[in-house]
């Protein structure tokens, strides 16, 4: 499957000079970070003992009816208005039939010809949108274990568990579009609280559909890839497909052209594999939920939750950089959490100096929390606050500490909590105004010094780097900077 040189968003075939391109699009499931389960009280926790979070409902027992988790509705608007689609003021529920061990019911409760919402889209930075066709709500199964030799254990605490389904139009024309569109869609559903999406806990999973044909011609079948659970196993399996696909296509035996298929991706293997052929849609026999009434969105639930939701990334990046003057770069770090942007936001407000702020946070902050320095593995958690860093900038900018006085400030505030001024005083950090005492060490550094005074003397103003270096050694980093280069200047020019 060499021969493949993909030149822009076309793959040239070096075989017939064929240049193909690649049609893609995505269905991501996202579990939705309810208490409860769609249809029943049981609360699912990831990892907990097999089949200790079922109850009547969520297994099918006989007689069980459900009740839809209004807190599951609440989130699936949530997540549908933050990605501009168009909420409809009615849906319904559908069953999905089919026979899985992994499935108490023998079928699923999703929604099938009426979603809750349609429409709607993510811009890349690419400048490529995406659009959403629509998304439902839909029950999760449970699941099934076969590596426990011969036999087949299932673990029912997942079956039930809300999830949202959205289903893009087949507008992606590359892997990274689509790893991009995932991380866009992931990050929004974090941002709004919509779903944790945390891919190896199996809170987000994605199934791709691909295929390709050459420049200019009709769209050719497409094979699906089902249940990919990492950005690189998404955009590694779509690279795969493609040069398949292409090899299979200009092959001279008809037999060998791609059919519609399901398959998987073999992460170990790097490739994909038949899973199965594609059932027609009849298969399922789906047919509206007898159990459930028809869902409503009403007007005041849409303006409340509209009333509720945060900034978005995408947004808050542009602003920092428009009205903060913030680099693309800084913008990015700051908003990849939704928590760091709010710190950072409040830090900002009330110092009145965005950059130190954002220097401060993408510098010492972020990097105490990726390593084990400080306890909490959040910003939330931190028991330092954005009126502690407001602080310890005005702090710096009034002179009093100086920047290096001011790190070791910031990381005891990081561990302990208690205000900068209270540390400063604590840790002896407050910077030596005196005029009599700095003029001393500067006078004690001069001393011996004198090439690097002519230097000096003669308008190397740099050379003067030499000669703050052993000031600030002596006065242990309590120095103020400034004025110790007023005096050094001042003391050379006498001399
Ligand atoms: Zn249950």
């Not at 400048?127 to 030799?149: F, N, P, Q």
């Not at 991380?183 to 974090?190: D, F, P, S, T, Y």
């Not at 199934?207 to 699906?224: C, I, L, Q, Y």
């Not at 009205?323 to 407000?349: I, N, P, W």
């Amino acid at each position: 499957m060499s021969g493949l040189v993909r030149e822009g968003l076309e793959w040239v075939s070096q075989a017939t000079g064929t240049r193909w391109v690649a049609v893609i699009g995505l269905e991501v499931h996202a579990q939705l970070s309810t208490r409860t389960k769609l249809f029943c009280g049981c609360a699912y926790e990831f990892g907990a003992e097999p089949n200790t979070r079922v109850c009547p409902v969520c297994t099918g027992q006989p007689g069980s009816l459900p009740v839809l988790n209004a807190e599951a509705l609440e989130l699936a608007v949530r997540a549908a208005l933050a990605l501009g689609c168009e909420v409809a003021p009615r849906s319904k529920f559908d069953r999905k039939n089919y026979f899985y061990c992994d499935l108490p019911k023998n079928y699923q409760i999703t929604q099938y010809d009426r979603p809750y919402c349609s429409g709607g889209g993510i811009d890349l930075d690419s400048g490529r949108r995406v659009r959403l066709e629509r998304i439902h709500v839909e029950e999760d199964a449970g699941k099934a274990i076969h590596d426990r030799g011969d036999a087949t254990l299932v673990d029912f605490n997942r079956a039930g568990v809300p999830l949202i389904e959205s289903v893009t139009h087949a507008d992606l024309c590359c892997p990274e579009d689509a790893g991009a569109y995932l991380a866009a869609l992931r990050e929004i559903l974090v941002y709004v609280g919509a779903s944790s999406a945390d891919m190896e806990k199996g809170e987000l999973r994605c199934d791709v559909n691909v295929s390709v044909h050459p420049a200019g011609e009709p769209w050719r079948t497409k094979v699906e890839v089902k249940n990919l659970n990492s950005f690189s196993n998404v955009e590694a399996s779509i690279e795969y497909e493609i040069a398949r696909q292409v090899a299979a296509w200009e092959s001279s035996d008809p037999a060998d052209h791609p059919v519609q298929e399901t398959r998987l991706w073999d992460a170990g293997a790097n490739r994909t594999r038949t899973m199965r052929k594609k059932e027609g849609e009849a298969d399922y026999r789906y047919f509206p939920e007898p159990d459930l009434p028809p869902v409503s969105v009403t007007p005041a639930l849409l303006e409340a939750t509209r009333a509720l939701l945060p900034e978005l990334p995408a947004a808050r990046r542009a602003r920092y950089q428009r009205e903060l003057g913030l680099s693309a770069y800084d913008a990015g770090v700051l908003t990849a959490a939704r928590d760091v942007a709010d710190f950072f936001e409040a830090a900002a407000r009330l110092s009145g100096a965005p950059k130190d702020a954002c220097n401060w946070i993408t510098n010492e902050v972020l990097r105490a929390l990726s390593g084990d320095e400080v306890a909490a593995t959040s910003v939330d958690e931190l028991p330092m606050k954005p009126h502690d860093l407001s602080e310890l900038i005005a702090l710096v900018r009034g002179g009093t500490l100086s920047a290096s006085a001011a790190r070791q400030v910031v990381r005891a505030m990081m561990q302990s909590g208690k205000a900068a001024g209270e540390l400063v005083v604590e840790l002896g950090l407050e910077q030596v105004q005196d005029d009599g005492e700095l003029e001393r060490w500067c006078r004690e550094a001069l001393a011996g010094r004198e090439a690097i005074a002519a230097q000096v003397r003669e308008g190397h103003e740099k050379a003067l780097g030499a000669l703050m270096g052993p000031v600030m050694q002596a006065s242990k980093g309590k120095a103020n900077p400034q004025k110790v280069r007023e005096i050094l200047l001042r003391l050379i020019q006498e001399g």
